[in-house]
């Protein structure tokens, strides 16, 4: 249950509201999902500036506004006498409804009453009359909001009992196909750092040795000679006195480097107080080593450089006394100069350390070219920090080392211990060759597939979100409003305009499109009865002229064909400079751009028969327990705005849905105040125990168990 599981008042009105769907008017006060009242809202619309409230019942009265005026009344007579006519062919059928796709310069001919190309296009069976335009807007609009699709009394009924499976499934479209599409347009957050799709599901370790079994084992060896957490400083003998320091002792170390003579430079740099020219031990000054060890990689390099010969000096037994300090179990570590040589570290693994090294992109090169331990000189200028320090070629192998240790993301949070054990058990993409040799980390087709291919079919933007995304409104945006209510509204008021002027007589007129066409279907131009069949249309009808066949079928089909059809294709380009025909063509597109927007994402929810969805009391009352979730996404096209759009206002059922939604809204306002409100209804109930067996021994039953011999 929403809103941590409370019911309140509206909720439970809401509840009735959906599931009774206005059975119970005298309760709930008729369907809350209808287009009998809007709800008082005002929209300026960014396209045509108009004002207007985009709800569903304004989409309603501007379907019935426009089909009651005079041109589309002639339009629907003349086609309805059209299609029923026998003597009407496939073929001059299909020739009418090719005049508006013929037409794409103009589009004029879609505006009055025809498919725009793109949802036309949308549907899989070509429509049998061109007059289905706005009858098809106006069962799409009543389906998605569970209803029939049909006009009850002026107004569309929806059902709540089939709009919660229909909103459900375009949420989880919306939700899934946006986390596609956002990691699609994030893909490339690597960009040229981008090494190998091996290295990425490996976090970084397959670009540091593909060994993962024996480099692991040999991690784990290491214990505290090696920090995680000061990785870049690998090799520095000043890191290694801090590891002994971390680990509690210096051992025979302290001793030593206490002993080392330092010139005055050194010393100062120590924070010592000496004068110029001065040399001497930290010993003679009474400083702590320990101390002085905590410095690691920041000790001045001459101290460093001497601590790496004091390293160099250990005994067989003092390398097995700071060993056992560091945790150090690798056998190959013989003495103290080997605690900075990988081939030592990893005496097994060395030959297949690799580092990343960028040419015209970034790779991995091996470290050691040989299984001698010869330093790849590629790697030479990574050596520079610890040069003078240690052997140059140490230095070029700790760096290079150290570079490739670094991609391996947190590894800083981690212990060579848990690195080890873990990598041990790691897996490459061997054999995954098509996955392994991608060069990006997601290949190009990919992405267009989701930012391309996926937000838009043919002509159709499918997310008219943020970068492609979709929006709730994209899936069943029709009905409450969206690119509908609006270019509906305007070219209801522009076709009533461009009638008061006269433009549109070219088709109502006696001898207009309509009139020829009612003509021609009564066999007024003929044919004649005697060949050459001939058909003749009247001089000032659409057309005239004289058209002859071989049969009387072949005449009519020629004069409709090659006379009637180019002269409405004539008539329809003279509107190209006509600004409300203009204005028309462009609101007619935007209406059925969403038309095939919605149709082609119901498709991908295998949602595209809507009448099929399952009716059922449970569906409604999940939706109103789902109201005050659904009320928290205010977005732009999201569902509150949506279900706002779609209510009954003038329902008791229709207005509790919107103040479910408010009230779950202000719970969760009111909750990050720690108030809480009084109107949550207790949804426990009385109930009669049930009668079961016993499970428990009573005191003469225990007595009976018991053995006493």
């Known amino acids: 249950m929403s809103c941590g599981g409370s019911l309140t008042g509206s909720l439970l009105t809401a509840a009735g509201g959906l599931v009774t769907n206005g059975a119970a008017a005298g309760v709930f006060g008729g369907a809350p999902l209808s287009s009998l009242s809007s709800v008082p809202i005002s929209v300026t619309d960014a396209i045509t500036g108009e004002t207007l409230a985009p709800t569903l019942s304004t989409l309603t009265s501007g379907f019935s506004d426009i089909s009651g005026q005079s041109w589309y009344s002639s339009l629907s007579t003349s086609l309805s006498a059209m299609n029923a006519s026998a003597d009407f062919t496939s073929t001059m059928t299909d020739a009418w409804n090719s005049i508006g796709s013929d037409l794409s310069s103009t589009g004029f001919f879609d505006a009055v009453g025809g498919f725009a190309a793109d949802f036309n296009d949308t549907l899989s069976t070509v429509t049998t009359g061109i007059n289905q335009n706005i009858n098809e807007a106006v069962g799409w609009a009543g389906k998605t909001i569970g209803g029939t699709g049909q006009l009850v009394g002026g107004a569309l009924i929806g059902d709540g009992k089939k709009f919660g499976s229909i909103l459900g499934s375009a949420k989880g479209l919306v939700a899934e196909a946006n986390s596609m599409i956002n990691a699609a347009t994030n893909s490339g957050f690597l960009g040229d750092t981008f090494t190998s799709m091996d290295n990425i599901v490996t976090g970084g370790l397959s670009g540091v040795n593909l060994d993962f079994g024996g480099f692991g084992q040999e991690i784990a060896k290491l214990g505290g000679t090696v920090n995680l957490s000061n990785i870049t400083n690998l090799g520095s003998p000043g890191q290694m006195l801090s590891n002994l320091a971390d680990a509690g002792s210096l051992g025979p170390l302290y001793n030593k480097v206490a002993s080392i003579p330092l010139d005055s430079r050194t010393l100062q740099s120590l924070g010592q107080n000496v004068a110029s020219g001065t040399t001497a031990t930290l010993a003679s000054l009474g400083v702590d080593i320990t101390t002085i060890a905590r410095e690691g990689a920041n000790l001045p390099p001459a101290l460093q450089q001497a601590v790496y010969s004091e390293f160099e000096s250990l005994s067989t037994t003092e390398v097995a006394q700071v060993k056992s300090i560091l945790g150090n179990t690798v056998d190959a570590v013989v003495d103290g100069a080997d605690l900075f040589n990988p081939t030592k570290l990893f005496p097994e693994t060395y030959d297949t350390l690799t580092a990343p090294f960028r040419t015209a992109s970034v790779g991995s090169r091996a470290i050691y070219t040989d299984d001698s331990g010869s330093v790849n000189p590629i790697f030479d200028e990574l050596g520079e920090p610890l040069k003078g320090i240690i052997p140059d070629d140490l230095a070029v192998a700790n760096g290079a080392l150290a570079q490739s240790l670094e991609q391996i993301k947190n590894i800083q949070q981690s212990t060579t211990l848990q690195l080890g054990t873990e990598t041990a058990n790691l897996e490459t993409l061997k054999d995954l ?277």
């Open 433 to 709: 060759n098509l996955i392994n040799n991608q060069t990006s980390y997601v290949p190009q087709d990919v992405v267009d597939y989701w930012t391309d291919t996926y937000t838009t079919s043919g002509n159709v933007t499918l997310g008219t979100g943020q970068n492609g995304q979709l929006v709730l409104s994209d899936v069943i945006g029709f009905a409450a409003g969206y690119n509908s209510a609006a270019p509906f509204n305007q070219n209801k008021a522009l076709f009533q305009a461009m009638q008061d002027a006269g433009d549109l007589n070219v088709f109502t007129q006696t001898q207009g499109v309509y009139d020829t066409i009612d003509e021609f279907v009564a066999g007024t131009f003929g044919p004649t009865n005697v060949p050459p069949w001939t058909v003749t249309i009247t001089a000032g009808y659409v057309g005239e002229g004289s058209y002859t066949g071989a049969t009387e079928a072949e005449a009519r089909e020629n004069a409709f064909i090659n006379g009637i059809i180019p002269a409405v294709k004539t008539i329809c380009e003279g509107f190209a400079n006509n600004t409300n025909a203009q204005t028309i063509i462009r609101n007619s597109k935007r209406w059925n751009e969403q038309l095939a927007r919605e149709y082609l994402n119901q498709t991908r929810i295998d949602n595209q028969d809507l009448g099929a969805v399952r009716t059922s009391d449970d569906v409604a009352i999940a939706l109103a327990n789902e109201l005050p979730d659904l009320g928290q996404d205010t977005t732009a096209g999201g569902s509150a705005e949506l279900l706002e759009r779609i209510v009954d206002f003038s329902s008791v059922g229709g207005q509790s849905i919107i103040a479910a939604m408010r009230q779950g809204r202000n719970i969760a306002r009111l909750e990050a105040a720690n108030i809480e409100q009084d109107g949550a209804i207790s949804q426990t109930g009385e109930s009669s125990p049930g009668t079961l067996l016993s499970g428990q021994y009573t005191k003469a039953e225990s007595q009976d168990q018991l053995i006493k011999n």
